[in-house]
């Protein structure tokens, strides 16, 4: 694909989404705002990606409140990572997006991917790859 304003070859984007289903990782990584946070955030530097914005979100949980769940959104210069917590229903939810503009990323968001995968420890997942302009 070609940028018509330079003429440049332009890579596409790799975009994972994925559910993981029963997952059988330690229960703070269900629950815990903190530590997901910390984690993400280490795993996303490792990477070598700028993080531009971070924001957690704690839920209260329906028959106790401190077991609720998150939300998390992390904004890089190259583009987004979400993680959502179920911990009743032992469910991950798992956006994983960086842009290729001046590098391929392909290689970075599967091993990001791997990252989540390896903490959550599900036994079934619901994958897509998505390749984007």
Not at 30 to 47: D, G
Not at 102 to 119: E, G
Request: glycine share 6%; with cysteine; charged share 30%.
């Amino acid at each position: 694909m070609r940028d018509g304003a330079r003429g440049s070859l332009k890579k596409k984007s790799l975009h994972i989404l994925a559910d993981f289903h029963e997952c059988g990782g330690e229960k703070k990584y269900l629950i815990n705002k903190f530590t997901v946070r910390e984690k993400t955030l280490k795993v996303i530097r490792k990477a070598g990606f700028q993080i531009v914005a971070s924001r957690f979100h704690k839920f209260t949980g329906i028959d106790h409140p401190d077991e609720g769940g998150i939300t998390g959104v992390v904004i890089v210069s190259e583009s987004h990572i979400t993680v959502h917590t179920w911990p009743e229903r032992n469910f991950v939810n798992i956006d994983v997006f960086f842009c290729n503009y001046t590098q391929d990323n392909t290689k970075k968001a599967r091993d990001v991917f791997r990252f989540f995968k390896a903490m959550y420890r599900p036994k079934q997942i619901s994958r897509k790859e998505v390749w984007r302009d």
